[in-house]
């Protein structure tokens, strides 16, 4: 990686625990970490090792107990409750593990609630809506609901739906995790292809060394720490 490159994610001895005295589990060690724009970057390591912990804090949702987090220059622990809010829903695109789609709402209707959250018009989040699930091709299953759609469907429509911002951070926990091998190669050729942009990072969490490839570095984690950072196998092969 150039080092001219802009940051967009910079932690510095990030440390958390959860519970106290006897039932205390150390997650994170001091992680230190730059996630640089226009970037793939895969967080990889076994279940366990604090990858769902590290992203949490990176976007936001989980307070760290020590160290330093900053997204895009901004440090969201200084900020307000409705600054942080804002600065989540306009800078940063969250993919869950378990999609948190909606039920009852159509997959247009899904992707389109974080623009009517943030005012938007009910017209134009329509439209910004289905525009974004072209992008992931799926306009043609706009109208069904989630329990109507595959699970790689429902995580199509999980991605748009944090892409319908335009954030310029996006963090995917385990894309893959639910999906059979075809599937979840061509979900990280979607990401790659679709979601990764000049001024966008974009954080793939994963235990699936099979999509390794699809990276241009890959973060180690192993209980709490990062151990090692790779270059990504295509990049090593183009340099
Ligand atoms: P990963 O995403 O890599 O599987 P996690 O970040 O979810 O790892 O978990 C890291 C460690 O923290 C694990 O030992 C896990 O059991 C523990 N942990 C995660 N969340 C909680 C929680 N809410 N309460 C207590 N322990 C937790
Ligand atoms: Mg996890």
Redesign the pocket.
């Known amino acids: 990686m150039n080092s001219t490159q802009e940051v967009a994610v910079k932690c510095s001895g990030v440390t958390k625990d959860?519970?106290v005295g006897d039932a205390k589990?150390t997650?994170l060690r001091g992680i230190d970490l730059d996630v640089y724009r226009g970037e793939l970057l895969i967080l990889a390591?076994?279940?366990?090792?604090?990858?769902?912990?590290?992203i949490s804090i990176i976007g936001g949702i989980l307070k760290r107990d020590a160290g330093r987090c900053t997204v895009l220059g901004n440090d969201v622990e200084d900020m307000n409750i409705d600054e942080r809010a804002c600065f989540r829903g306009t800078s940063i695109g969250f993919v869950f593990q378990a999609f948190n789609l909606l039920p009852a709402l159509t997959a247009a209707e899904n992707v389109a609630v974080p623009l009517l959250i943030s005012g938007e018009e009910r017209k134009s989040a329509d439209r910004r809506a289905k525009a974004v699930l072209d992008q992931v091709g799926l306009l043609e299953r706009a109208d069904a609901l989630p329990g109507q759609l595959s699970g790689g469907q429902q995580q199509r429509v999980a991605i748009a739906r944090a892409l319908v911002h335009n954030p310029k951070l996006i963090i995917c926990d385990e894309p893959t995790s639910s999906l059979d091998h075809a599937t979840g190669h061509a979900m990280m050729a979607m990401l790659r292809d679709v979601v990764q942009a000049p001024d966008r990072a974009l954080v793939v969490?994963t235990h699936d060394t099979r999509i390794y490839e699809f990276a241009d570095r890959i973060a180690h984690?192993d209980d709490g720490k990062i151990v090692e950072v790779t270059v990504g196998a295509d990049r090593a092969q183009a340099k």
């Open positions: 959860y519970g589990v997650a390591g076994p279940s366990g090792c604090g990858k769902t912990t590290l969490v984690m």
